[in-house]
């Protein structure tokens, strides 16, 4: 049996019917992984020996008829930010090296130890989640399992490649600015961001926290929702979530979608899209006009201001985020002959920082200074406000949005590194979201000519997820090409 033919849910349901044991599932999934790692490298960490063991455990309980709640012991991969219990959780950064975290995040305790889900390891990222290829990790790049040449996407990348390699079912992303729809979108496979306030952030290390969500990557959108029916709601450990009902996902997915209205920006769909990647996107317009959905085009006239908006409130915050990483309070001192504390913390973050972080606390560092503040953080609050508005304008017209998520499909390894600006413009249709705190869906609607993966963005109305995952399942059954994967995965070269 190849396991990355099989959708989380439907393990699920073997397990329970006890066609396989947990302890099956995890060998399939251990030896899928030994035999794609060396070329994908989604993993940074693997928890192999503690993965048999719980998978042990839980076929025990199972046999004397316990409760194993929602996930069964299916595998997830857990990004290297999102703390696991006595698992390291580093960042992608030197600095970090060595911390395993005392204490689970709050969506590790919902689902590893309510759910009963099974951490198999930590995946790779851009350092800090600043990216989008995952090429700026301390341990080396990720690979994208449709072209090994080609980057996964960012900041999430080992957690989307790992599941277009099959060497998960489920897995935990981050997003702050694009990275659970960027590697969703370059991997070809399903990446959702909640609403910001949706999913607690509590034991999520925070880039930006006023941009931060954390959120599911899977191979299609019914387990996208069942991660997040699990994975949401308040927690009165991070004041940021909200009291809001929580919808039933799973159930409403297949709800008609006649007579919805979707609104297409005019401004999403100008300079720098990729030929190919605005007509597969429009011929999924097509399909959902067939299915009778209404389309209307929509301005969002602040949209042109996003990226630097969003770079300068990442940076401001990400420099104040990491203030904590200075040999003392967290991270290794370099050097202790140093001859006094400013000379060490100067040393061990100089040293322990990538190249892209440092420059991201430099410039956020710049813009916060007294001098500066109002010019350029200020300023761009007040065009955030801008952007949101226009989303909330936008949506009295119409009840979703949708776009490409990317304006390109994978690019090479090494084709941007050098050029940090280029890298940024790739966030034109993402950041806006986060921006605004809206909720969005990415699932892959077709493949270019040289067969990698085009991704489609929905966005949704605050807290209305349910609305996004319903559109994205009709349109995910229409294409019906989820169930294609990468020939790597499938036991092929690649
Ligand atoms: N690419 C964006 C950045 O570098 C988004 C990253 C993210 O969402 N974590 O900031």
């Known amino acids: 049996m190849n396991i990355s033919e099989y959708m989380g849910y439907e393990l699920i349901e073997k397990i329970k019917a006890e066609e396989f044991t947990v302890t099956e599932i995890t060998e399939l999934i251990f030896q899928q992984i030994n035999q794609t790692e060396d070329k994908v490298h989604s993993f940074v960490h693997l ?11 839980l076929d025990s309980k199972f046999k004397k008829g316990m409760d194993l709640g929602r996930l069964y012991g299916v595998p997830i991969a857990i990004k290297d930010l999102i703390c696991v219990k006595n698992s390291p959780t580093t960042c992608c950064s030197e600095i970090l090296k060595g911390y395993r975290p005392p204490y689970h995040a709050t969506v590790s305790k919902k689902l590893l130890e309510q759910e009963n889900g099974i951490c198999i390891g930590r995946t790779n990222m851009d350092e800090f989640a600043m990216g989008s290829s995952t090429e700026n990790s301390c341990y080396g790049p990720t690979y994208n399992p449709w072209d090994l040449d080609r980057v996964p996407g960012g900041s999430s990348g080992g957690s989307g490649a790992c599941i277009a390699a099959g060497q998960s079912l ?51 959108v019914k387990d996208a929702a069942l991660l997040l029916e699990l994975i949401a ?3 009165h450990l991070d004041s940021t979530t909200v009291e809001q009902k929580i919808d039933k996902y799973t159930e409403y997915l297949d709800t008609p979608i006649q007579g919805k209205t979707i609104g297409i920006p005019k401004e999403f769909f100008g300079e720098g899209i990729d030929q190919e990647v605005k007509r597969k996107v429009q011929s999924s317009f097509k399909e959902l006009e067939q299915m009778g959905v209404e389309i209307t085009e929509i301005s969002l006239p602040h949209l042109k201001y996003s990226i630097p908006t969003y770079y300068i409130i990442a940076m401001s915050e990400a420099s104040s985020n990491l203030a904590r990483f200075d040999g003392l309070r967290y991270g290794k001192m370099v ?23 440092r420059r991201r606390i430099i410039l956020g560092t710049y813009s916060l200074s007294a001098g500066y503040y109002n010019m350029f953080y200020i ?13 909330q304008k936008a949506f009295e017209t119409c009840d979703l949005i949708v776009s490409p998520t990317m304006p390109t ?18 966030d034109v249709l993402t950041c806006p979201v986060n921006l605004a705190g809206l909720p969005a869906l990415s699932i892959p609607c077709g493949f270019d ?46």
């Open 47 to 57: 928890e192999e020996k503690k993965a048999f063991k719980r998978a042990k455990e």
């Open 170 to 220: 489920f897995a935990l992303g981050s997003d702050t600015g694009g990275s659970i729809r960027c590697p969703a979108s370059y991997c070809g496979v399903v990446g959702l961001k909640p609403t910001y306030g949706r999913v607690s952030r509590y034991g999520l290390i925070a880039y930006a926290n006023s941009l931060d969500v954390i959120g599911p990557i899977t191979q299609c």
């Open 233 to 235: 709601g308040y927690d």
């Open 335 to 357: 050097k202790i002959s140093d001859k006094d504390i400013f000379e060490a913390f100067s040393h061990t973050r100089g040293e322990k920082f990538g190249e892209e972080v």
């Open 379 to 391: 300023k761009a609050l007040k065009v955030r406000s801008l952007i949101r508005q226009d989303f």
């Open 409 to 426: 499909t994978a690019f090479k390894i090494g084709e941007l590194v050098d050029d940090p600006l280029q890298m940024y413009l790739m």
């Open 449 to 494: 000519n040289d067969d990698l993966p085009i991704g489609f963005q929905i966005i949704g109305n605050y807290f209305d997820e349910k609305e996004i995952l319903n559109i994205g399942y009709k349109l995910e059954q229409k294409l019906d090409i989820y169930h294609k994967m990468p020939s790597l995965a499938k036991g092929g070269g690649n």
